[in-house]
């Protein structure tokens, strides 16, 4: 069982300035922990039960557009990203502060929102897709951003945490950071059909140990288990490519996909323990049932891990996340549906299911059945 509460506060300073500051807190725990599962089944669980539910800044960002052209679109305000309550076509936007890397990179409409679409850290995000992030999910950084009629183009520098899948962030950008590279296009497939493809690419520089030396030690009598953290250096390099896209069928339907890479020699550092990633879903407004903001999704996620990572856990040794003694390897399979239902304004209630085959990426596991139900209050 989870719960956050998120506080949103923004003040705009100028059409074209704007303060955003939230202040969060994220309680409860995750199932086994949060351990177990590449893809785990609920993406708003802190990942270390051990931080509590003490309120935190969440984010504290800074946003500054240029405008290239007349401020003349009127764009749909979110207390996440912006509240600025117009926009010009042709842009430059430059934030600056503390967010989340999902929060900006790596976006999908069908696929993106843990409290009213997918539950599944790997429906919601590409699951290769090692962003820099806290324990929590956040980060510091900056990101660049040029936006167009068609295209958008953003660039990202952020901080990474110290260890894997820790509270504390790096401020040494010569030793620790994260690029990350979005192009955006948004072509005209269909005269009333939106359709969006995203190209993304990132490189993690951070204190990562390597999947071989752990092994080689290991089998050299070094050490007596497979340890990823006896052999970490600092600078190592994690890199990836991702791409995402999403298309309207009609007006009530969506068809999403997402599939990335990275590659799987260093350590799984910040957000889970993927190196390849394929998932493809879709939603559907009950329109026609006079149900106006309800949803049903349903998608399915296969992930995967490099072999030196499969020979790492199969030798007995562990992740941040991983780790069952030995190793059967299958991937991780997993299909994911839900049914959203406005219940009133903004009180939504979400039942959700879950099968997973090869849990951990291990055949000897599974297959799973988890189902879920979500409260989600907006004011």
Do not use: C
């Amino acid at each position: 069982m989870s719960d956050v509460v998120t506080l949103y506060t923004g003040y705009e300073l100028n059409q074209s300035t704007e303060v955003l500051f939230d202040l969060e807190s994220a309680g409860g725990g995750g199932l086994s922990d949060a351990l177990g599962l590449a893809g785990f089944t609920n993406l708003d669980v802190v990942r270390n039960p051990q931080l509590g539910a003490k309120p935190y800044i969440a984010r504290i960002i800074l946003h500054k557009v240029i405008p290239l052209g007349e401020f003349a679109k009127n764009p749909q305000r979110n207390p996440v990203t912006s509240i600025l309550r117009q926009l010009p076509t042709r842009r430059l936007e430059f934030r600056i502060g503390k967010f989340g890397t999902a929060d900006y990179f790596d976006l999908n409409s069908v696929g993106s929102d843990s409290h009213l679409q997918f539950m599944n850290w790997v429906a919601d995000n590409n699951g290769s897709y090692d962003y820099a992030a806290d324990t929590r999910g956040y980060t510091f950084g900056a990101i660049a951003e040029y936006q167009d009629k068609s295209w958008a183009l953003r660039f990202g520098e952020m901080l990474m945490p110290k260890v894997a899948n820790g509270p504390d962030l790096d401020f040494n950008l010569r030793r620790a950071r994260a690029e990350n590279i979005e192009l955006e296009l948004r072509p005209v497939l269909h005269k009333d059909r939106a359709t969006v493809l995203r190209f993304l690419s990132y490189v993690n520089h951070a204190n990562m140990g390597s999947y071989r030396e752990a092994i080689r030690a290991f089998q050299s009598g070094i050490d007596p288990v497979p340890s990823i953290e006896a052999h970490r250096r600092q600078g190592r390099i994690k890199y990836g490519f991702g791409f995402n896209f999403e298309h309207e069928l009609t007006e009530t339907t969506r068809v999403f996909g997402r599939t990335g890479w990275d590659e799987g020699q260093n350590e799984s550092f910040a957000y889970t323990e993927v190196n390849q990633s394929v998932q493809l879903g879709a939603d559907w407004k009950l329109k026609r049932f006079h149900r106006q903001s309800d949803k049903i999704g349903a998608a399915f996620m296969t992930d995967g891990i490099s072999r030196v990572h499969q020979l790492y856990l199969a030798l007995g040794g562990n992740g941040f996340l991983l780790g069952d003694g030995r190793l059967n390897y299958g991937r991780e399979n997993i299909l994911e549906t839900y049914y959203t239902a406005r219940i009133w304004r903004g009180v939504s209630v979400s039942p959700d299911l879950q099968y997973i085959i090869h849990p951990g990426y291990n055949r000897d596991r599974g297959p799973v059945v988890v189902p879920g139900l979500r409260l989600h209050l907006e004011l």
